[in-house]
């Protein structure tokens, strides 16, 4: 009778979540009869709140899991570039493969500056045709813009660039100043008689290069020979004929233009001296470029 009891009330303790020590006839029980006690059930069978407990953790971690595999695939399937205010850089916005003429440049700024100084030569001269001279589309005269593509081809985008990029880099530290403020420029003494010899040493290019060269071109064209020495000879004594005139615009309009052209980043100098050699050129067509 005494066992039923004592198990009635263990079970009934497991029930309501006691502890069995805590039962009077239990303890009777278990002073009188040590060696017939039963384990308690509810050390070896966890009870439903006990497993639930234990669970909860495994469970959580679990969610959170889930919860972050679920941002993490939300993020990768939203272009973050597109959202307005992100801090997305421009091209990788645009992420588009096609032409760019400011990589072109960069990259290729032999083939870029010939590209320039042809269609600038060539535009320059039929400006002089049909605005300065009145010139009718019909007459104008191709063979005289033939002469001054070719020449700019040849002579201002491939030979300017070279010594005045290539061999003025060797020749001087052009970086160093034309990277400076304008401010710290004017005080800078090694750099300002840099920027003389540079201005000097290209008005006597422009001179004893750039005049003969561009008279023997349009001896080349206008003769009708296909004798270089008659090119030669036709082209220096036109050099010669007009040496005082010609010098005279040349340092009017190159001294100033070479002083800005030397002092602006180097990135920036032959575009500068296009702008430049684009007024002169159509000055050279309208005196020089005729018959």
Not at 76 to 94: K, Q, R
Not at 238 to 262: G, M, Q
Not at 270 to 286: E, G
Request: glycine residues 6%; neutral net charge; contains cysteine.
């Amino acid at each position: 009778m005494i066992r039923r009891v004592a198990l009635l009330a263990l079970l009934a303790g497991a029930a309501d979540g006691f502890s069995p020590t805590a039962s009077p006839l239990l303890i009777r029980h278990s002073a009188a009869s040590p060696q017939h006690h039963r384990p308690s059930l509810r050390n070896t069978t966890p009870s439903y709140r006990q497993r639930r407990v234990a669970c909860s953790p495994l469970m959580q971690q679990k969610t959170d899991s889930a919860a972050a595999s679920k941002a993490d695939k939300t993020t990768s399937e939203v272009d973050l570039c597109n959202i307005e205010g992100s801090f997305c850089e421009p091209e990788e916005v645009a992420g588009g493969g096609g032409f760019s003429y400011g990589s072109f440049a960069r990259d290729y700024p032999f083939a870029n500056n010939i590209l320039i100084a042809t269609a600038k030569s060539g535009a320059a001269d039929l400006l002089a045709q049909t605005v300065l001279q009145g010139t009718p589309l019909d007459s104008v005269d191709w063979t005289r813009s033939l002469l001054f593509c070719t020449f700019g081809a040849i002579y201002l985008g491939g030979f300017q660039y070279l010594y005045q990029v290539q061999i003025f880099k060797r020749l001087f530290d052009v970086d160093k100043f034309t990277s400076q403020p304008w401010a710290d420029k004017v005080k800078d003494g090694p750099g300002l008689r840099a920027l003389a010899a540079q201005t000097a040493l290209d008005l006597t290019v422009l001179t004893l290069i750039y005049l003969p060269t561009f008279y023997v071109f349009k001896a080349g064209v206008f003769t009708g020979s296909s004798d270089p020495s008659v090119w030669l000879s036709s082209g220096l004594e036109s050099y010669t004929t007009n040496f005082a005139k010609d010098e005279l615009d040349l340092i009017r309009v190159w001294l100033p233009a070479d002083v800005v052209c030397f002092s602006v980043p180097l990135y920036l100098r032959l575009p500068v001296r296009h702008i430049v050699s684009f007024v002169w050129t159509a000055y050279l067509s309208f005196a020089r470029g005729g018959h």
